[in-house]
Antibody
Framework: QVQLQESGPGLVKPSETLSLTCTVS????????WTWIRQPPGKGLEWIGN???????NSIPSLKSRVTMSIDTSKNQFSLRLTSVTAADTAVYYC??????????????WGQGTLVTVSS | EIVLTQSPGTLSLSPGERATLSCRAS???????LAWYQQKPGQAPRLLIY???NRATGIPDRFSGSESGTDFTLTISRLEPEDFAVYYC?????????FGQGTKVEMK
């Protein structure tokens, strides 16, 4: 079955750029909305944004100016860049496969998550 | 932006009891576009319900979902020990996907 795995630095300095990659195995990255979600320690889930396999992206308005997402279908990977990070960006970052049609939306499966701490 | 408000924040119940979790939307949400997730400590969330009332693959039938206007409900008919977790509702609308703040179901 499809599995997702996040990778990237666990520690980022304030004002620098957070970069994460999600590798998709067991299935093709073609089709679906490849999604990033984060969860600050002890808090709830926040949808960051997604990238459709064909290229279009969408992100939460509060992060839009700092977020870039890309997809590499040849490597079955998609990536997140978040610029000018602060301590408020400290969170577990999850990648997930998103499905949207006229009938349903869902996020499944999810990666295991990776903790990114913003600190000097 | 549609805001989802989940209640209660915490539900203290015993195994075998019925759990009723609420998710209220700030404006109309298509029943097709409401999902529920379960998250256990240290784990990623897991899809439980999509399209308001459809169970995801492998989800036991003690989990059910329903709606009434802008109110959505997740019901666990008889709590099993493995059901104690945090539950999130999620909706899609206007190109945005948003989550509720979560309801923790804890063992009394």
């Amino acid at each position: 079955q499809v599995q997702l795995q996040e990778s990237g630095p666990g520690l980022v300095k304030p004002s620098e750029t957070l970069s994460l990659t999600c590798t998709v195995s067991g299935g093709s990255i073609s089709s679906y909305y490849w999604t990033w979600i984060r969860q600050p320690p002890g808090k709830g889930l926040e949808w960051i944004g997604n990238i459709h396999y064909s290229g279009p992206t969408n992100s939460i308005p509060s992060l839009k100016s700092r977020v870039t997402m890309s997809i590499d279908t040849s490597k079955n990977q998609f990536s997140l860049r978040l610029t000018s990070v602060t301590a408020a960006d400290t969170a577990v970052y999850y990648c997930a496969r998103g499905y949207r049609s006229s009938w349903y939306v869902w996020l499944d499966p999810w990666g295991q998550g990776t903790l990114v701490t913003v600190s000097s | 932006e549609i805001v989802l408000t989940q209640s209660p924040g915490t539900l203290s119940l015993s195994p075998g009891e019925r759990a009723t979790l609420s998710c209220r939307a700030s404006q109309s949400v298509s029943i097709n576009y409401l999902a529920w997730y379960q998250q256990k400590p240290g784990q990623a969330p897991r899809l439980l319900i999509y399209g308001t009332s459809n169970r995801a693959t492998g989800i036991p039938d003690r989990f059910s979902g329903s709606e009434s206007g802008t109110d959505f409900t997740l019901t666990i008919s008889r709590l099993e020990p493995e059901d104690f977790a945090v539950y999130y509702c999620q909706q899609y609308g206007s190109s945005l996907w948003t989550f509720g703040q979560g309801t923790k179901v804890e063992m009394k």
